[in-house]
């Protein structure tokens, strides 16, 4: 495995990582007041992109970090549009 794939698994990692806290905590207490509809749409949008740029490029590491961010915001963007 070359360094630049070590590096963009790592990323991923990270990505993927700084998500779950956010996820955890609205589920937990179900508040989403402080979460802007607006950018989480804008976010779960940024993510469906990359997701088909890194399914169209052949970029394991970019399509595993999109669609699984993809995920997990839009779990909170759900979240936030049914309070």
Same mark, same amino acid.
């Given at each position: 495995?070359?360094? /630049?794939? %070590?590096?963009?698994?790592?990323?991923?990692?990270?990505? %993927?990582?700084?998500? %779950?806290?956010?996820?955890?905590?609205?589920?937990?207490?179900?508040?989403?007041?402080?979460?802007? /509809?607006?950018?989480?749409?804008?976010? %779960?949008?940024?993510?469906?992109?990359?997701? /088909?740029?890194?399914?169209?490029?052949?970029?394991?590491?970019?399509?595993?970090?999109?669609?699984?961010?993809?995920?997990?915001?839009?779990?909170?963007?759900?979240?936030?549009?049914?309070?």
């Amino acid at each position: 495995m070359d360094t /630049a794939l %070590v590096i963009g698994y790592l990323a991923s990692l990270c990505s %993927v990582t700084s998500f %779950v806290p956010q996820v955890w905590k609205v589920f937990k207490t179900g508040d989403t007041a402080a979460i802007s /509809a607006r950018m989480y749409a804008l976010t %779960v949008s940024g993510f469906a992109l990359w997701s /088909a740029f890194g399914l169209i490029r052949g970029e394991w590491p970019i399509i595993l970090t999109n669609t699984i961010c993809f995920c997990l915001s839009g779990c909170i963007f759900l979240k936030k549009l049914s309070r």
